[in-house]
Every structure is written in C-alpha cells, then in structure tokens.
C-alpha cells in the first residue's frame, strides 16, 4: 500500500492553505505561497508546524492564512472487496 493511501486511512485529508506574506524588502507589496499537504483536522498539526518554521526561518512576515481541508476517504466510503472478477 502506498503512503498516500495509508495517510488516508489513518484519517489525513488534504488540507491546502494560500499564505499571504509580506515581501521583505518592500513591506508594502504582498505576495502568496500556496501550500498543500496532508493533515488532521481539527488540529491541523502538519500546517502549524509548518507556519512555526515560517515564522522563526524565513524573512517574509505572515499577512493572512485561508485555509481548506477534505477527507479524502470516509468511512462510509471504504468497504472489503469479496471476490474478484479477471476479464482478460
């Protein structure tokens, strides 16, 4: 099984945010990062620390954060396979 689909399972959805930050040399001029990862929400672990690491490493000072988050797999949606059907 491949990572993506083991984070799925274990509860991760996408969670994409656009960061706004100020430019350091011109304060005034805005500019925007988007950012996508998989995490847990309502926590959102994944993304905090990332705005930390934003924050204490990098120069341009955090304007705003809008942030989206889906799971991509609910329980509803995840059943056993009991048979298997070969075509070709």
Not at 23 to 34: F, G, K
Request: aromatic share 14%; hydrophobic share 40%; with cysteine.
């Amino acid at each position: 099984m491949n990572h993506d689909m083991e984070m799925m399972l274990k509860g991760y959805g996408l969670t994409t945010a656009q960061i706004l930050y100020r430019m350091p040399d011109h304060p005034a001029v805005l500019q925007t990062y988007v950012w996508q990862h998989y995490d847990l929400a309502p926590e959102f672990p994944e993304m905090k620390s990332f705005l930390t690491f934003w924050q204490e490493k990098l120069d341009g000072p955090l304007h705003s954060v809008c942030y989206v988050h889906r799971r991509l797999i609910g329980a509803n949606e995840w059943r056993a396979l009991k048979g298997e059907f070969i075509l070709h």
